[in-house]
């Protein structure tokens, strides 16, 4: 009979909730809150979305250029250095063909221009 009253202590399986837990669910209810109201904020901003997409094309244009240029640029030194070798070898090798080649070619460049 000499007991203290006792303070009442929140029955989670009857539903009470203490001060700290009403808390913590109205901050999270208020996150949730802000986060759809940036998501709908977001889908409303259409000139964004414009930006968006046209730097997202500018990036994937850039990224298209830059790997054709290092295909373009490893195919085709190889192919034009091997070429003008083996040409520069038959010329070596043989150079009448094309002291005879050169010849006609100025030959006819300028009766070409004669003509005119």
Do not use: C, Y
């Not at 399986?13 to 999270?28: F, K, L, M, V």
């Not at 949730?32 to 730097?55: E, S």
């Not at 006609?104 to 300028?110: P, Q, S, T």
């Amino acid at each position: 009979m000499d007991e203290e009253p006792r303070q009442a202590e929140p029955d989670v399986t009857r539903g009470e909730r203490s001060p700290e837990q009403i808390q913590a669910e109205i901050e999270a209810t208020r996150e949730q809150l802000g986060d759809t109201v940036a998501a709908v904020g977001q889908k409303a901003d259409i000139k964004g979305q414009a930006r968006g997409k046209v730097n997202e094309l500018k990036q994937t244009a850039q990224a298209r250029k830059d790997e054709l240029l290092t295909k373009t640029r490893s195919n085709s030194p190889d192919s034009v250095s091997a070429g003008a070798q083996q040409i520069k070898g038959k010329a070596q090798d043989n150079p009448m063909p094309i002291a005879v080649g050169g010849a006609l070619l100025v030959g006819f460049l300028l009766g070409r221009r004669a003509g005119r």
